[in-house]
């Protein structure tokens, strides 16, 4: 079956750390994002790459890194430097449609706690 | 910053009874979705109407445009208690075709 697989699906870090989020579509996709959603809150956009080895800022880049090796693989980075790390991390990806809709698939999201 | 914005926050009906949700948007776009949410999951894609459409339907959805108000509303029909979920607008912002902005989602609980 096609689809996005996000892992893990929860995980603590102390104050100070790295983590790392990955995230791999096995759908041919060319574009993927990452968005942050708190609770009872929408969703905001991280990071997002059209191509391989290129990626653009979303709204609240800051205290996260990207990197697009792979057409599959999207991993996220969230540093020390993010103040409020503790959030629902959701990773999509899209192949534009023929009328330029830009429909999303979503993986089933990443509960990243902060101790 | 966010697009949409959805209104009411938090919807609670009975079953059988229709589920009316709404989002007003800021600037002009090229299309409007819907996604649902279940809680603790993924979105998944509902609907999508395009800015030359008005109306939409898809089984028991129902999605209207107003390009004018700038504001879509999402109709359920009959609804179920497998209703229960999260549902978002999002729009593309009439430019960018990769960025979706997500608005911040109507709360729906269907009792039995």
């Known amino acids: 079956d096609g689809g996005i697989t996000q892992s893990p699906k929860y995980l603590f870090r102390k104050e100070g750390q790295n983590v790392t989020l990955s995230c791999e579509q096995n759908?041919?996709?060319?574009?993927m994002y990452w968005y942050r959603q708190d609770p009872g809150q929408g969703l905001r956009l991280i990071y997002y790459?059209?191509?391989?080895?290129?990626?653009q800022k979303g709204d609240i880049a800051e205290g996260y890194s990207v990197s697009r090796e792979k057409k599959e693989s999207f991993p996220l980075t969230v540093t020390s430097a993010q103040k409020n790390p503790t959030a629902f991390y959701l990773c999509?990806?899209?192949?534009?449609?023929?009328?330029?809709?830009?429909?999303?698939?979503f993986g089933a999201g990443s509960r990243l706690t902060v101790l | 910053s966010q697009q949409g914005e959805e209104d009411p926050q938090a919807l609670s009906i009975q079953e059988g009874e229709n589920a009316t949700m709404n989002c007003s948007y800021k600037?002009?776009?090229?299309?409007l979705q819907w996604y649902r949410q279940n809680s603790g999951r993924g979105l998944v894609h509902l609907i999508l109407?395009?800015?030359?459409?008005r109306e939409k339907h898809s089984g028991r959805l129902r999605v209207t445009l107003d390009t004018s108000k700038k504001s879509s509303s999402l109709l359920i029909t009959a609804s179920r208690a497998a209703d229960t979920a999260s549902y978002f607008c999002?729009?593309?912002?009439?430019?960018?075709?990769?960025?979706?902005?997500f608005g911040t989602g109507t709360r729906l609980l269907v009792s039995p």
């Open positions: 999002a729009t593309d912002g009439g430019g960018d075709f990769q960025k979706l902005v």
């Open positions: 600037t002009s776009i090229n299309n």
């Open positions: 759908l041919n996709h060319d574009a």
């Open positions: 999509a990806s899209t192949r534009r449609g023929l009328s330029g809709a830009n429909v999303l698939t």
């Open positions: 790459s059209q191509i391989v080895n290129d990626f």
């Open positions: 109407i395009r800015s030359n459409e």
